[in-house]
């Protein structure tokens, strides 16, 4: 992975090239956490991300040993102690995975440590996870008296089915990252030695790609969680149509007859770790 300096901020934003990563930086007393000021911070990053429209991706990734993400900081939040605080908290935390998921190109988490809790929520509003072999991912609120309140019921309901997911939730029972694979938990199961070659093919994949076909693709899929089945179908085939005309189908058309790369995969990478939030 890119070295990184450290900044204290609890999360940062970095860059490779068209791809943006955002990182969940380790403590010293323990495992990354989210506080309320890291909330703020990761609704800065994201709104940052937003307005550059040429990244390509978005990649969740944390700077953790052995834990991803262990979830919201129970120290700080035990200070919340009335209905209203922990309400106010959980929509902020909300506003946030909202922020994320709409973000117009793919959000992958990249998970090489274990993930509980609020963390588990947290990469349900990625589009794609990938988990090396041999982490475990565990709901665990319950064992603190709750239930998710970052909308991770809904997500993982929808991800998983009912079934699965309330098996997850009243349990708490760590899984792992193979058993997720099988619930599609998590999508793509890979070695910690290989992490970093599969993550270098899919970007390598995305720069082929027109930017306005993967941000109409999100649209897409994302209609599905929501809308009625005709109803997709007619905003598939307007995204569809929106395209059909515009430059970047008659550039990729032009670059497939004339069998060079088409005019976006070209790109001035930066040095590898580049930090955006200095």
């Not at 309320?36 to 040993?65: C, K, Y």
């Not at 090489?112 to 072999?133: H, K, N, P, S």
């Not at 309901?157 to 708490?172: D, I, K, N, W, Y």
Request: hydrophobic share 40%; proline share 4%; charged share 25%.
């Amino acid at each position: 992975m890119s070295a990184k300096s450290k900044m204290g901020t609890g999360v940062h934003l970095g860059r490779l090239g068209r791809h943006a990563t955002i990182w969940f930086e380790a403590r010293e007393s323990g495992p990354p956490v989210v506080t309320m000021a890291i909330m703020d911070r990761l609704m800065e990053i994201i709104d940052s991300i937003a307005g550059h429209p040429d990244i390509r991706s978005v990649t969740l990734q944390s700077e953790g040993v052995g834990v991803f993400l262990a979830g919201g900081d129970l120290q700080e939040f035990a200070t919340l102690d009335t209905p209203q605080k922990g309400r106010a908290m959980a929509m902020k935390m909300r506003r946030v995975l909202a922020a994320l998921e709409a973000l117009p190109c793919p959000v992958i988490a990249v998970l090489e440590g274990d993930v509980f809790g609020g963390g588990c929520e947290t990469i349900l509003a990625a589009d794609i996870r990938i988990a090396v072999e041999g982490i475990s991912l565990a709901f665990t609120q319950g064992r603190f008296g709750l239930i998710t309140g970052w909308g991770g019921a809904t997500r993982l309901s929808r991800r998983v089915g009912p079934s699965s997911a309330l098996f997850l939730l009243t349990t708490g029972r760590p899984v792992s990252s193979e058993y997720a694979k099988t619930i599609r938990l998590v999508d793509k199961v890979v070695s910690r030695d290989g992490l970093d070659d599969y993550l270098a093919e899919i970007r390598a994949n995305l720069e082929l790609m027109s930017p306005e076909a993967i941000k109409a693709a999100k649209l897409a899929v994302q209609a599905t969680q929501s809308l009625p089945f005709e109803e997709c179908l007619d905003r598939e085939l307007d995204l569809f149509t929106g395209l059909w005309a515009s430059p970047q189908h008659r550039e990729g058309l032009e670059a497939f007859f004339q069998k060079r790369a088409p005019s976006w995969a070209n790109s001035d990478e930066k040095t590898e770790g580049e930090r955006e939030d200095r």
